[in-house]
């Protein structure tokens, strides 16, 4: 059973830091690709990065480079997203996602990961 859960979400100040975390129980974040993508309010969602399962390394998209830090820690199977510094755009339901071992690069992250968490709501707002 493949799932993902995210957490770590909820109203934050802009000019802060913000961690999420996506716990995969299913699966292993050493085998599997995990990215991390946001739907802005009333925007199409976008991806933020993608982290591979062969040696951890990360695809940033262009536009998230700079603020945005993908990571995964392999003893408790999990994958984080660090946003620093936070800002009011940054508001809105952010969501990790993987795909199985035969696809653990991240070639064409941004249109194939198959399994995909429930998404966590953030607020930026002060």
């Known amino acids: 059973q493949v799932q993902l859960v995210e957490s770590g979400g909820g109203v934050v100040q802009p000019g802060g830091s913000l961690r999420l975390s996506c716990a995969a129980p299913?699966?292993?974040?050493?085998?599997?690709?995990v990215g991390w993508f946001r739907q802005a309010p009333g925007k199409n969602r976008e991806g933020i990065l993608c982290?591979?399962?062969?040696?951890?390394?990360?695809d940033y998209r262009e536009s998230a480079n700079g603020r945005f830090t993908g990571s995964r820690d392999s003893r408790r199977n999990t994958a984080y997203l660090q946003i620093d510094p936070l800002k009011e755009e940054d508001t809105g339901n952010y969501y990790c996602a993987a795909r199985p071992p035969y696809m653990a690069t991240c070639d064409k992250w941004l249109t194939s990961m198959d399994y995909w968490g429930k998404g966590i709501s953030v607020t930026v707002s002060s």
């Open positions: 982290i591979s399962a062969s040696d951890g390394s990360v």
């Open positions: 299913g699966f292993s974040v050493d085998f599997w690709a």
